[in-house]
């Protein structure tokens, strides 16, 4: 018996020795992904639009009014001439072919952190980035939400840029 409680000890001991060597230092892998002013500063054109109705997509069926999924490429054929110049604090929208962007012709635009993450206040509306923005792939994904009187989204417009 004593055998074992010595065995023990030592197995104990050793483990404790292991548990305090130094933590390992990685090197950072890939680019670091926070957006910042001077990112997304420049011209940025629009390479596609696509309207999402989460009401259908909640159901997993289309409704009465929306599929799943529209692209607006269709019905808009001029969108590719659309662009956002983002200049220091300001922003100007070119839009020959009347794409529906919901972000006017342009104003003061600035960052605002929320809850669920980083957001676009573009002058007054509130746009979200639609996926991870990284600066060497010169791509911005931006979604508007238009909300019903009640606050419930009704459609999500996401806006695909590159530059």
Request: aromatic share 14%; with cysteine.
């Given at each position: ?69 529209y692209e607006l ?91």
């Amino acid at each position: 018996m004593k055998i074992i409680g010595k065995l023990f000890s030592v197995a104990l001991l050793a483990a404790a020795f292991s548990a305090c060597s130094p933590k390992e230092d990685f090197a950072p892998i890939g680019e670091n992904l926070s957006i910042e002013q001077a990112s997304i500063s420049g011209t940025w054109k629009l390479t596609r639009v696509r309207q999402v109705d989460p009401i259908a997509q909640a159901d997993g069926k289309p409704n009465e009014k929306f599929v799943q999924f529209y692209e607006l490429a269709a019905v808009y054929p001029d969108f590719t001439k659309c662009q956002i110049n983002f200049t220091g604090s300001s922003y100007t929208v070119t839009n020959p072919g009347n794409v529906p962007l919901f972000l006017g012709t342009g104003g003061a635009w600035k960052f605002v952190d929320t809850a669920k993450g980083r957001s676009l206040d573009m002058a007054g509306t509130m746009v979200d980035f639609g996926e991870v923005y990284r600066v060497s792939e010169n791509k911005l994904t931006l979604v508007y939400r238009r909300m019903s009187a009640k606050g419930d989204v009704l459609v999500h417009y996401f806006y695909y840029f590159s530059k």
